[in-house]
Structures are given as structure tokens and as C-alpha cells.
């Protein structure tokens, strides 16, 4: 979510990303406070933040299993390690619960999702929904 979010916001020097807190970080918009808070060990957010921090713990699992690799060799989309890749898949999946969506498939869809959220977050007005008009079949 958030590297999805960092593509969309932030400037850029030539390839570099140009991230600060004031416009990418502090604008990010974060899952809802009821996923985020603690209200003891049984409550769902807690299970929530449990789920995204053990995939975490995974994806750092992943990276030791290749102690010669430096990171830009471990993300390569070529050569990336199945086992870096199916982690960081459980912790797309963690945090996607978070947000109480699943199941993106383009980064247009997080973006959007991302936006309309940001939206809802900072606008005093209500986010008016949009509704997706199906393609009329081709006359022939």
C-alpha cells in the first residue's frame, strides 16, 4: 500500500524518489483507527497488527535465507527468491486485510482506493461514490 502510495505522491530527481514526511508520510492514509488501536490481546486489531507484523517478521526471514545478496539483487523481478516473493505476498495480504479490502489487482485499483480514502480522511463534505457503468456490447 504504502510503496504504491509513494509512487503516486512523490517527486521525483531523475529515477531517485524524493520522499518527506510532509507530503508523502504524514498524508499517507493509514488503515482506520479501529484496525490500528489496542483494546486488549483478543480484540481483532490486535490480531490485525499481530498478522502484519509476523509477515514482516517473514519478509526479513526471507532476506537472511541470502546473506551475499545485497537488496538491489534480492528485488530484482528477474531473480527475486520465491521465498522473498511469497512473503512479501502474505504481507501485502496482512496489510490489504487492514484496509478491509483484498483481492487488488492493478496498482490503479490501491491507487484509487488509496485516493478515495485520503478523501474521505481530509474532506468535510461526504465522498460522493463512484459507481462503474458497465461497456455497452459493439452494434454491429
Known sequence: MHM???????????????Y??????????????????????????DKTRQAIEAA???????????PGSTLANLYDPLTMPP?????????????DKAYGKSGFKPDAERVA?????YQALTSLLPVAS?????????LT
Do not use: E, M
Open 130 to 138: 463512484v459507481k462503474r457503468s458497465r461497456k455497452k456490447p459493439a
Open 113 to 117: 482506493f488509496l485516493f478515495a480514502r
Open 20 to 45: 518527506s514526511a510532509g507530503i508523502v508520510y504524514s498524508n499517507f492514509p493509514w488503515p482506520l483507527c479501529s484496525s490500528c488501536d489496542t483494546r486488549g490481546a483478543d480484540a481483532p486489531a
Open 83 to 95: 521465498a522473498l516473493l511469497r512473503a512479501h505476498q502474505k504481507l501485502d495480504a496482512a496489510v
Open 56 to 66: 514482516a517478521q517473514s519478509v526479513l526471514d526471507a532476506r537472511a535465507l541470502f
Open 4 to 18: 504504491t502510495w509513494v509512487r503516486s505522491v512523490c517527486g521525483r530527481l531523475k529515477s531517485d524518489y524524493r
